[in-house]
């Protein structure tokens, strides 16, 4: 049986625990922290439970901290912003927990809040007394210690995109807060632990020292998930030599993204003095707080890394792109956009869409305010003494791409117009391939403040947002890979196993999908010059082609001929087949009929066919499926 007291305005949240938690646990109920004070000196309690209404919060936290330091707290807060939330443990709380609650989160971060108990022995030792709520320095240099570690959560935003000062002003911080000699900040690193930043250590330390997952102070801290005290732990002897090592006393796990990825440490006060309890559940507190951001830093320098790559992918398109955020804000210029709208993205970056001029403006702020895209807008602005045509394609609650040109002379408008598929499908699949999976990270985000503590929502929080960011991230280097144009690095080969090696990574897949492969192979088996990995490449777009065709199931067939000077690929599906009006447009960039993808599979392999001299072309296709020719010339002076 737990004995659980509760600290509340009103009786109501005593009643809705006695509701979630067994009928074995004693619920109590005080109004007031004095009055609660009183009952910890006269009895055993398992755990404190605040509600942060009017009066009570962080001041009768440290109140009951001060007479029972060997209670678990958990504080229930009606304000479930993550900030609050994270002063309230940093301020000595064991748990906090947003309201509104279930039953289920209720048990679970009581559960959490009671883990980590003090002996009985020491609970016995403290002394019956009421709590001084005058001057006391002790109590004062506590918090102290807490204000430091909070000044450092607050600054540590600052250094983001640094890992290096990020370390570095957490082992500085570490020196401060805890008075300690030393300090040091392991990372992850290439599968191995390496210390990134430290403070007291020396060089030759620093630079040689490599842990691993496997063994010593990491295996330690990923099978216990808790401070680890060098002079207490005698069975882990390992572990406690590496942190021998280290000159440290206390490790504590670094967690990013539910798994151990490093680990803090720190030495001997400097005084000479004991640590207390507060200490080490301040220094594993900090821990946690410092998890989450190393793991927000990380977030910040892959977002960052992928916005560097999707501007890249911009600045080759040949056309100007500019990205309004839904704060009618300027997110992103091409260098195209500067050249057509004869501005500087350094002075419109941040600031009102109305930079851009008003035609401009008018379009983007539509589409925001209905949602609906504009395509082949077109409308006169003097500032560029032209016509722009704007094709704005929605993002949802990210606001919209442009994509747009300045009108030519009318001959060659004639071609441009011819063009415009191109712009629709290329502004449209950008949106809806970003968008689609922002939504489910922005749903996520937006619940995780008041559902982290969900071990579930935790587990399905992580899996939607990395399989959505790899998706993005699939976009964007899809998008990178068609707009740079690498140098091809010829070699004969034979055309038969090329193909052949093609087919065979494809076993698997056809298997799966019930396709049954026929192939035919040239006799006299041709020779190309080809950049191997590029042609395999383009090989594959076609043949990935017709298996999404063939949802069902069917067959593939693939052949190799000779035809005159040209070497020849035919593949022929059972498929659904092209409809008449979209076969011509087929491999146009970004043009596709299917739900999902950016439409450049087709286009890529076209592409990777001219360079290598040769072409692509759809020879026939109905309902019974369709034939793709491949043709590249035979290698010069080959047989």
């Known amino acids: 049986m737990n004995v659980i007291l509760v600290i509340a305005d009103e009786r109501a949240i005593c009643e809705a625990m006695r509701a979630a938690l067994p009928e074995t646990d004693l619920i109590l109920f005080e109004a007031g922290a004095e ?19 009017p009066g009570l919060g ?25 900030e609050t939330l994270a002063n309230y443990t940093l301020a000595g709380a064991r748990a906090c927990l947003p309201k509104p609650f279930s039953c289920e989160a209720l048990r679970a971060a009581l559960d959490r809040a009671m883990r980590p108990r003090v002996p009985l022995a020491a609970r016995e030792s403290r002394p019956h007394r009421l709590p001084a709520f005058d001057h006391d320095p002790v109590r004062e240099a506590g918090v102290g210690r807490h204000q430091m570690a909070l000044r450092w959560v607050g600054r540590a935003s600052n250094y983001l995109d640094d890992p290096k000062r990020l370390g570095q002003s957490l082992a500085d911080a570490l020196v401060d807060i805890f008075d300690t000699v030393r300090s040091a900040v392991l990372l992850e690193t290439n599968s191995h632990v390496r210390v990134v930043a430290s403070q007291g250590l020396s060089a030759q330390v620093t630079g040689s020292l490599l842990l691993g997952f496997g063994s010593g102070i990491m295996r330690w801290l990923e099978e216990n998930g808790c401070l680890f005290d060098r002079l207490l732990q005698a069975g882990a002897a390992e572990a406690a030599k590496e942190l021998q090592i280290l000159g440290a006393r206390f490790a504590v796990p670094l967690v990013c993204a539910g798994r151990v990825c490093g680990a803090l440490a720190i030495g001997e006060k ?94 983007v702020l539509r589409t925001l305010s209905d949602g609906q895209p504009r395509v082949n807008h077109a409308f006169h602005d003097p500032a560029v003494n032209g016509t722009l045509q704007l094709n704005v394609a929605p993002m949802g609650a990210d606001g919209v791409v442009v994509l747009f040109s300045k009108a030519a002379e009318p001959t060659v408008q004639a071609r441009e117009v011819a063009y415009s598929p191109f712009w629709e499908h290329l502004a449209g699949r950008v949106a809806q391939e970003i968008k689609n999976p922002m939504v489910a990270i922005n749903t996520f985000a937006q619940l995780l403040p008041r559902k982290y503590d969900s071990e579930d929502f935790r587990d399905a929080f992580s899996s939607v947002v990395q399989k959505e960011v790899q998706r993005i991230n699939s976009v964007v280097e899809t998008l990178f890979d068609f707009a740079r144009k690498p140098e091809l690095i010829l070699r004969r080969v034979n055309l038969n196993e090329t193909v052949r090696a093609v087919l065979h990574s494809f076993e698997d897949e056809l298997a799966r999908r019930a396709i049954k492969l026929q192939a035919e192979w040239e006799p006299t088996s041709p020779e190309a010059d080809l950049d191997v990995s590029q042609f395999r490449h383009a090989i594959e777009q076609v043949l990935r082609n017709s298996m999404d065709a063939m949802p069902g199931g069917g067959t593939l067939k693939v ?37 999902h993808g950016m439409g450049l599979g087709l286009a890529t392999a076209a592409r990777i066919a001219q360079e290598h001299a040769g072409d692509i072309n759809l020879a026939e296709s109905s309902e019974k499926g369709s034939t793709f020719v491949i043709s590249i010339p035979v290698a010069a002076n080959a047989s």
Not at 35 to 53: E, P, S, W
Not at 71 to 79: C, D, E, H, N
Not at 569 to 578: A, W
């Open 270 to 363: 400097a005084s000479g003095a004991e640590y207390t309890m507060e200490d080490r559940e301040l220094f594993t507190v900090l821990a946690r707080c410092a998890s989450g951001i190393f793991e927000r830093s990380q977030s910040h320098r892959d977002a960052s890394h992928r916005h560097h790559r999707l501007n890249t992918v911009f600045a080759h398109v040949p056309a100007g792109v500019v990205v309004v955020a839904a704060n009618k804000t300027v997110a992103m210029m091409n260098q195209q956009a500067e050249s057509i709208l004869r501005l500087r993205a350094v002075d419109v970056l941040g600031r009102s869409v109305q930079k851009l001029g008003s035609g401009f403006a008018d379009a």
């Open 559 to 595: 052949a190799t001929r000779r035809k005159d000077d040209a070497c020849q690929i035919v593949i022929n599906d059972t498929g659904t087949g092209i409809p008449p009006g979209d076969a011509p447009n087929i491999f146009m960039p970004f043009y596709s009929t299917k739900e």
């Open 58 to 82: 962080a001041q009768a936290l440290g109140v009951v901290l001060e007479a029972a330091p060997w209670a678990a707290v958990l504080v229930l807060s009606g304000r479930g912003d993550s």
């Open 35 to 53: 009055k609660a004070v009183r009952r910890l000196n006269t009895m055993q309690v398992d755990a404190v439970v605040i509600d942060d209404g």
